[in-house]
């Protein structure tokens, strides 16, 4: 296969087309792709599929205390809300979290609130 073989379509478990793939892969199945090499007049069928599955905990517990992580708290959430923000969080409405520094939530106990460990785009 010529290495510029373009992916024109991606399809994901469940969608049509995909059925003979899900037998074959069971729940493994991630994507099914279709590429196309023009050079050849080739069409390939490409899959991506799960080969290893582990527990994972990321490791910015220890490495960086600063870091802001995204938390999800309940509209009707009031006295949690107010913890947040006293503790220096600031709410992204396009995100819909709470961005707080790492220290912050897990002195608040709210390790188990963090939705997302990726910093807020500024």
């Known amino acids: 296969m010529s290495r510029n073989g373009r992916a024109r379509l991606t399809l994901r478990p469940g969608d049509p087309r995909t059925k003979r793939r899900q037998e074959e892969f069971g729940d493994r199945l991630v994507a099914v792709r279709y590429r196309y090499d023009e050079e ?8 991506e599929i799960i080969v ?7 490791g910015t517990h220890v490495n960086d205390p600063d870091r802001l992580v995204g938390l999800r708290v ?16 600031h709410w992204d409405a396009a995100a819909k979290v709470w961005w707080l520094p790492l220290h912050a939530a897990v002195q608040l106990g709210l390790e188990d609130r963090i939705a997302t460990w990726s910093e807020p785009k500024r």
Do not use: Q
């Not at 290893?52 to 990321?58: E, K, L």
């Open 74 to 89: 309940g509209y009707a959430e009031e006295t949690m809300r107010r913890s947040v923000r006293s503790a220096g969080g």
């Open 52 to 58: 290893d599955d582990r527990a994972w905990t990321p």
């Open 40 to 47: 050849k007049w080739r069409r390939y069928t490409t899959v």
